[in-house]
C-alpha cells in the first residue's frame, strides 16, 4: 500500500529527457523537409512558371501523352492545341507537361 521512496523519484521526468525523446522526431522532418518538400515546391514553382511562359507555336505535350501546336492562347487557364491538321482541341494551362519546342514571338499582323 505504501510507495516506496525509489518509485516516486523516478515518476517525475526532467525536460533533458523530453527533448532527448523529442529529438529523432525533430531531425526526422528536418530531413523529410530537405529531401521532399523543398524539392517539390521548386519543381511546382517551375512548371507555373512553364505554363504562365506558353504563347502561339510552342510545341507541348500535354498529361495525357498528345502533342501538339498551340493555336490559340484562350485565356489564363486554357489554350487552344492543334494535335493534328484541322483539328483543335482545347487544354487546360494546368494539364501541360513539357514544352518540347519554343517558338519565336508571332505578329498577329
Known amino acids: 500500500m505504501f510507495i516506496t521512496p525509489a518509485y516516486a523519484q ?3 521526468g526532467s525536460t533533458n529527457d523530453m527533448l532527448m525523446s ?3 522526431f525533430l531531425l526526422i522532418f528536418v530531413i523529410l523537409y530537405f ?3 523543398r524539392p517539390q515546391q521548386k519543381r511546382v514553382k517551375e512548371h507555373n512558371e512553364m505554363v504562365s511562359s506558353l504563347r502561339r507555336g510552342d ?3 500535354t498529361s495525357g501523352g498528345l502533342v501538339g501546336k498551340i493555336a490559340k492562347v484562350i485565356d489564363d487557364k ?6 493534328a491538321p484541322e483539328v ?9 507537361q513539357e514544352v518540347r519546342a519554343k517558338s519565336e514571338p508571332v505578329n498577329d499582323n
Open 10 to 12: 523516478a515518476a517525475g
Open 22 to 24: 523529442l529529438l529523432p
Open 35 to 37: 529531401l521532399v518538400i
Open 59 to 61: 510545341v507541348v505535350v
Open 78 to 83: 486554357e489554350v487552344s492545341v492543334e494535335i
Open 88 to 96: 483543335k482541341v482545347k487544354i487546360v494551362r494546368q494539364n501541360i
